[in-house]
T-cell receptor, first 112, second 112 residues
């Protein structure tokens, strides 16, 4: 059963802590993405990766980091430098250039 | 000027009605157009993907693109309560761009 999985579904973090959100896909897609969704703001791109060992900053990369060591995995670390990290985080993938993007179920991060 | 404008709603219709959802965009580089459906606290689900002006139909859903007017629409026929969700339009520029630009979404309620 192909798809994109994200874990955990809910995550609570204390201020000053780094946390890592997991994203895995078994669709054999080359490109992967991380978005952040806030109420009334729509989806905003954090980072994207076209191929393994390569990634690019999106519109709001400050306070976040990523890695792409395997084709199927694209973890996102929310660092303590991110000033307002409470949000719904969505991972997506696409086959490649000019293709539609498919989304995972999301991780809701709350900073206490 | 925002790149993608989408009426946030909320839009309430009776069951069985025809629903029209719309987006306008300003960037003439946009070549690929998508509509996503997002249920509360879930990841967006791809409904339609098109790259040419005109209509594309899939079951009860029809996507319409008018590149000359920079206007896209999604029509839902015989709307059902299960169609109640937020609908997001998304646009992708050509020439190697991976970055989707999203509208903020229209919240639709279909009343039984």
């Amino acid at each position: 059963d192909g798809g994109i999985t994200q874990s955990p579904k809910y995550l609570f973090r204390k201020e000053g802590q780094n946390v890592t959100l997991s994203c895995e896909q078994n669709l054999n897609h080359d490109a992967m993405y991380w978005y952040r969704q806030d109420p009334g703001q729509g989806l905003r791109l954090i980072y994207y990766s076209q191929i393994v060992n390569d990634f690019q900053k999106g519109d709001i990369a400050e306070g976040y980091s990523v890695s792409r060591e395997k084709k199927e995995s694209f973890p996102l670390t929310v660092t303590s430098a991110q000033k307002n990290p409470t949000a719904f985080y969505l991972c997506a993938s696409s086959p490649g250039l000019h293709n539609e993007q498919f989304f995972g179920p999301g991780t809701r991060l709350t900073v206490l | 000027q925002k790149e993608v404008e989408q009426d946030p709603g909320p839009l309430s219709v009776p069951e069985g009605a025809i629903v029209s959802l719309n987006c306008t965009y300003s960037n003439s580089a946009f070549q690929y157009f998508m509509w996503y459906r997002q249920y509360s606290r879930k990841g967006p689900e791809l409904l339609m993907y098109t790259y040419s002006s005109g209509n594309k139909e899939d079951g009860r859903f029809t996507a319409q693109v008018d590149k000359s007017s920079k206007y896209i629409s999604l029509f839902i026929r015989d709307s059902q309560p299960s169609d109640s969700a937020t609908y997001l339009c998304a646009h992708l520029a050509g020439a190697g761009s991976y970055q989707l630009t999203f509208g903020k979404g229209t919240k639709l309620s279909v009343i039984p």
